[in-house]
């Protein structure tokens, strides 16, 4: 009798010394974990835990690159009371720099809004102008701005910089979260991030992810518009200071022969499409297809060219890219990615006036 206490006191106290070790080393775990969660409630850096009245302050920069797409559902769902919206310009993070004062001019109307997304996808277009019909919200002029890497992607994008808004993708708003803080832990944010929150300034090695930048922006928040004109500035003072040597390295040699990009929509992209076209005809929409004069100039599939004359008319698509005017002038870009706003209104002249 007495060896099985002496037995199971000894039981008893290996178990309690087991308890304490196991939750010694789950608190290690627990308290780091709670220090990040704690952290990324308070700096709240990607911006999607709070509502903010502005998601950017002009003439500042941002610091921590923001998913541009709840920017804009954000931004659309605060002002839309005030200004009650009816004009939108559709797009990537090139439909930018179509800008407000000059297509109001076109318009006849100030009410414009940019519901753009980076990278944005046909997929975003589509939910954007579905969400402003189910809720009876007038598309009186739309301009929508296509390229082969905007028809391509028919369902809602991967990454925290590019998933959709809830209330366009539906997907669980828990989920969406988690996408964000996800990053927040990750080895190629948070040690960069925490470096920027100490020293109060973003170093050049942080640039490289594209997570963090301090490139100042210049934004109206009325339209949810913003544009670079540090860049601008710079062109005009010293064009060859701009395009200097490191920055032409970006600027790659094109092929003389003008070569199509792969034919890209099909069957989903054509639902989508005649979905679109649906609404803007039941809303009345003056509307405009743009497909985006690019660097890389590489022209749109016929194939795709005609299906969209076929869904909008011939008389409303405007095909700007492969070999032309535009694209064979690098100065008409601030890299190989983005064309400046002199190319939109170029492009905005051309199309509503013909000139």
């Not at 001019?105 to 975003?124: P, V």
């Not at 598309?139 to 994008?157: F, G, H, M, P």
């Not at 640039?207 to 949810?224: A, F, G, I």
């Not at 092929?255 to 005649?274: C, E, R, W």
Request: hydrophobic share 35%.
């Amino acid at each position: 009798m007495r060896a099985l206490t002496s037995s199971s006191f000894i039981f008893n106290s290996d178990m309690k010394l087991f308890i304490i070790k196991t939750g010694r080393f789950l608190l290690v775990l627990v308290i780091p974990f709670l220090l990040i969660l704690i952290t990324y409630l308070y700096f709240d850096p990607f911006q999607v835990v709070y509502n903010y009245p502005s998601y950017y302050t002009s003439g500042e920069p941002r610091y921590v690159t923001l998913n541009e797409d709840y920017v804009s559902m954000e931004t659309f769902l605060n002002n839309y009371p005030a200004y009650k919206y009816d004009s939108f310009i559709f797009g990537n993070s090139r439909s930018r720099f179509y800008e407000m004062d000059d297509w109001s001019k076109y318009i006849g109307s100030d009410k414009c809004f940019h519901f753009d997304a980076s990278a944005e996808s046909l997929y975003g277009i589509y939910r954007k102008i579905d969400f402003l019909n189910e809720r009876h919200i007038e598309i009186k002029n739309a301009l929508v701005i296509l390229d082969y890497s905007t028809l391509r992607e028919t369902n809602n994008s991967n990454g925290h910089l590019f998933i959709k808004h809830p209330l366009l993708s539906g997907q669980n708003r828990f989920d969406f979260q988690l996408e964000f803080f996800k990053t927040y832990c990750s080895f190629s944010f948070f040690p960069e991030y925490l470096d920027f929150k100490i020293s109060g300034h973003i170093k050049e090695y942080m640039k490289t992810s594209h997570l963090l930048d301090d490139t100042p922006t210049e934004y109206n928040l009325k339209y949810n518009e913003m544009n670079w004109q540090v860049f601008e500035n710079m062109i005009k003072e010293n064009p060859d200071k701009y395009y200097n040597e490191e920055k032409m390295k970006r600027f790659y040699r094109r092929d003389s022969v003008q070569n199509f990009s792969p034919q890209v929509i099909k069957k989903t992209q054509l639902s989508m499409l005649n979905s679109i076209r649906k609404i803007f005809n039941e809303q009345h929409t003056d509307y405009k297809i743009i497909i985006n004069p690019l660097y890389d100039q590489l022209k749109l599939n016929i194939n795709d060219v005609e299906a969209l004359d076929n869904i909008f008319g011939a008389e409303n698509v405007f095909d700007f890219s492969g070999i032309n005017s535009i694209t064979s002038d690098y100065h008409n870009y601030y890299e190989e990615s983005h064309y400046r706003p002199e190319i939109g209104s170029e492009i905005m002249n051309l199309i509503y006036r013909g000139k």
